[in-house]
């Protein structure tokens, strides 16, 4: 039995490139049938959340079944839109090595006005700008042809 060439890839993490991979490799949200009405909203322009018919609670993210009662009656409604900062993080090292004019940025928690927490991309030139309380408004970033993205921007 002849041997195998085997080759050995030791991984220069020091290189920005390495790991990288190529082409469009952003990890996008996928659907699902409970999700797309709220996806469906983006494209819209319009940021949805849902609240419990029976027992009146804020749900979000978008689910089947309430998960403070466990009915499956839920309602979509829209939400203006704004909130502010509950908490966020700067990210320096960009997201994708083709897309590095989009750094830095911040990424943190919006407390929405409607009543919900959701975790977004605060959109933000230095950190010193930001604040933990400081109002925010949602805006809408079409990513790719079919995902557009809520993400927020101080006021
Ligand atoms: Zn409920």
């Known amino acids: 039995m002849q041997p195998k060439e085997v080759t050995i890839a030791i991984l220069d993490t020091t290189k920005p490139d390495v790991g990288a991979r190529k082409g469009p490799s952003f990890t996008y949200p996928r659907w699902s049938l409970e999700t ?4 469906d909203g983006c494209m819209r322009g319009e940021l949805l959340y849902q609240r419990c018919a029976d027992c009146r609670e804020i749900v979000f993210h978008a689910r089947a079944l309430c ?9 979509w409604l ?6 502010k900062i509950y908490s966020f993080t700067m990210q320096h090292i960009p997201l994708h090595r083709e897309r590095p004019e989009s750094r830095p940025r911040a990424l943190g928690i919006v407390e929405v006005d409607e009543g919900f927490h959701m975790f977004t991309e605060i959109q933000v030139a230095e950190r010193a700008e930001l604040h933990v309380g400081q ?3 949602v805006h809408f970033d079409k ?3 079919n995902l557009t993205l809520p993400k927020f921007r101080a006021e």
């Open 36 to 39: 797309k009405p709220y996806w």
């Open 67 to 75: 998960p403070y009662c466990l009915s499956g009656n839920l309602d």
């Open 78 to 83: 829209k939400s203006k839109g704004r909130g």
């Open 135 to 137: 109002p925010v408004s």
């Open 143 to 145: 990513v790719a042809e």
